[in-house]
């Protein structure tokens, strides 16, 4: 009876993970807010801005969409994954992945989105590199090659064990 109560009590507990996955639609919102500040102090400058600048500009809000759709799926795929279903419509703009990506891929698209973000975050870095001292854009090529041997590691890991649940 009792083990009967906190199995009961332990598998409602998931639902602490819903005002999270709320809290990152909140956090979604501030990106967007943010987004659109970038834009709109950059267009009044439009033709004043060297491309270079705007190149740097247009980096910054790839990154921030990049960072945006991170945010969706872990949302969205982590609200299916571990506290309940997401129940809509098959005719409604149900996403292509929602209800397919489980916890082993969506941690893989998450690295891959780190990865992603990271190598943006360099190749800004690279093309200011005229003011960054050598040794700090060093250790940015570090920590970005972190983020892809960690991707790279976690990838193989998931492959084992897709390939010893095949067996």
Do not use: C
């Amino acid at each position: 009876m009792i083990e009967s109560i906190a199995e009961k009590f332990l598998y409602a507990s998931r639902w602490l993970l819903a005002p999270i996955y709320l809290g990152l639609s909140l956090g979604l919102l501030l990106l967007a807010i943010k987004f659109f500040q970038e834009i709109s102090h950059a267009v009044p400058h439009i033709f004043a801005t060297k491309e270079a600048d705007l190149v740097l500009i247009i980096l910054s809000l790839i990154d921030m969409s990049l960072v945006g759709g991170l945010i969706v799926m872990v949302m969205l795929s982590g609200y299916e994954n571990f506290v309940s279903n997401i129940d809509l419509d098959d005719a409604s703009e149900k996403l292509s992945w929602l209800g397919k990506m489980d916890a082993g891929s969506l941690k893989q698209k998450v690295a891959a989105s780190i990865v992603a973000i990271s190598s943006i975050h360099l190749l800004k870095q690279f093309m200011n590199a005229q003011h960054i001292e050598n040794d700090k854009l060093m250790w940015f090529v570090i920590i970005h090659l972190t983020f892809v041997v960690s991707a790279i590691g976690m990838a193989y890991v998931d492959k084992m064990n897709k390939h010893k649940m095949s067996n």
